[in-house]
């Protein structure tokens, strides 16, 4: 049943990236829901094992579908969610959703002002205030809305079963 969930989130996602967000462009911003579900399922995510095999999943499909070098693009996803996943523990006093809305802010930002400066060799201000900051802010939005849905959905705690010997 657990598989069937997270074929079914991903397929939405991307169906959401794909039919919604690819040809949105909110002040500037190409917004990544598939970075936002990525970071969200590294914070939950107790299997290193699944984490990165849904990360890789998601940068494939990415990589093929965002018009950008399939190599970088999987690379960046990979190792943003081995170092997500690494961290996610830390501050202990920093709740869960917090954690994801940061970590969904900073990788934005720092793949849009990567790619960008891969692309032209340059990073300029109105870059950052026209791409790279609109970017992490919808971002951001789309983990905000993400993160409980999927905390609801796939990992909530199961009531956990007592035997009762009389």
């Known amino acids: 049943m657990r598989n069937f969930k997270v074929f079914l989130w991903i397929f939405i996602v991307f ?4 039919v919604i967000l690819a040809r949105a462009h909110i002040f500037g911003a190409a917004a990544s829901a598939v ?34 070098s399939f190599a970088a693009v999987m690379l960046f996803y990979t190792y943003s969610s081995i170092i997500v996943f690494s961290l996610r523990k830390k501050p202990v006093y920093a709740g869960n959703f917090a954690k994801a809305l940061l970590w969904t802010f900073a990788l934005s930002a720092v793949s849009e002002i990567l790619f960008y ?13 026209n791409n790279a900051l609109p970017t992490a ?12 849905i999927l905390k609801k959905t796939m990992y909530k705690e199961e009531k956990k079963k007592t035997l009762l010997i009389a």
């Open 15 to 18: 169906l959401i990236q794909t």
């Open 35 to 68: 970075m936002a579900y990525v970071v969200c399922v590294m914070i939950l995510e107790d299997e290193f094992k699944n984490a990165v095999t849904i990360s890789i999943i998601c940068a494939a499909a990415m990589g093929a579908l965002g018009g950008r």
């Open 117 to 129: 400066a891969a692309e032209n060799m340059s990073v300029s201000t109105a870059m950052l205030l």
């Open 137 to 148: 802010v919808i971002n951001t939005v789309l983990a905000a809305v993400i993160y409980p």
